[in-house]
């Protein structure tokens, strides 16, 4: 159960509609200690009810189909943008690749060319498009269904995975930031996510702009982890600097010439 002090502060993110910076919330709560508002925003994080930004916080979508139809058509031209520089590192030699499941993964399994190659992914809907192009061979992962992202993780998935080798790697991300990487709402796919980029021979995650210097509990890759992150636009400085230093490359959609 959320305390008082929990459901105000939800209240307070439904009026604003926005991001809130942790300074406003602590204006409406002067004689409770900054450390203790953190604890509450991270509690209502881990319980899916806000999103954790760089000093301030978002009200969450409230976890059910019809927010997984919601984040598809969000950000829909920046996914595009993310999905076409991601895409571009596809070859010829890559015979196995995994998908992730999300939106702006969905946009890439989208304009996925066919050929003869094998994909393997936790999303049940990209394994039903991508099944329909010639030459590519689908595998889904079995495993508990999770009704908020309609993905597939757990147990299962993981000892499915061991067996499998992936050339590249598609991953999606919920946000990225610099002291934590790339980080998920949900642990159990955290650990998927994980072990997906372990089995690789290279990893790219897929981020649109939306989502820098957003964080979520769960830390499931480090920028040195990566081959290289595919965004609609390139890296503000911070992250920038920050994937510079760790090796990791961005690719951008607008260096693409699209």
């Known amino acids: 159960m959320l305390s008082n002090r929990s459901e105000l502060i939800l209240s307070h993110l439904q009026t604003q509609g926005a991001e809130v910076h942790l300074s406003e919330i602590k204006a409406l709560f002067p004689s409770v200690s900054e450390s203790t508002l953190r604890r509450d925003l991270d509690r209502l994080a881990e319980a899916g009810r806000v999103i954790r930004?760089?000093?301030?916080?978002?009200?969450?979508?409230?976890?059910?189909?019809?927010?997984?139809?919601?984040?598809?058509?969000?950000?829909?031209?920046?996914?595009?943008?993310?999905a076409q520089a991601a895409l571009a590192e596809l070859t010829s030699e890559h015979h196995v690749i995994y998908i992730d499941a999300g939106s702006t993964c969905a946009c890439l399994a989208r304009i996925l060319p066919e050929g003869e190659r094998m994909l393997v992914t936790n999303d049940p809907s990209i394994a039903v498009q991508v099944a329909r192009k010639p030459g590519i061979t689908t595998l889904l992962l079995g495993g508990m269904l999770n009704p908020s992202t309609l993905s597939v993780?757990?147990?299962?998935?993981?000892?499915?995975?061991?067996?499998?080798?992936?050339?590249?790697?598609?991953?999606?991300?919920?946000?990225?930031?610099?002291?934590?990487?790339?980080?998920?709402?949900?642990?159990?796919?955290?650990?998927?996510?994980?072990?997906?980029?372990?089995?690789?021979?290279?990893?790219?995650?897929?981020?649109?702009?939306?989502?820098?210097?957003?964080?979520?509990?769960?830390?499931?890759?480090?920028?040195?982890?990566?081959?290289?992150?595919?965004?609609d636009v390139p890296l503000p400085e911070d992250l920038a600097a920050q994937a510079a230093r760790e090796g990791m490359a961005n690719l951008t959609g607008q260096k693409c010439g699209i």
């Open 53 to 82: 930004t760089y000093g301030g916080v978002l009200l969450a979508a409230n976890g059910n189909a019809d927010d997984v139809l919601l984040r598809q058509s969000s950000r829909l031209d920046q996914k595009k943008l993310a």
């Open 153 to 231: 993780a757990g147990q299962w998935s993981l000892q499915q995975l061991d067996s499998i080798h992936i050339d590249l790697a598609f991953m999606g991300t919920s946000g990225m930031a610099t002291d934590t990487g790339f980080t998920n709402l949900n642990a159990v796919e955290c650990d998927l996510k994980t072990a997906v980029i372990d089995k690789a021979r290279r990893a790219i995650v897929l981020c649109d702009s939306g989502k820098f210097n957003l964080l979520f509990p769960f830390t499931f890759a480090r920028f040195n982890r990566i081959g290289a992150v595919a965004t």
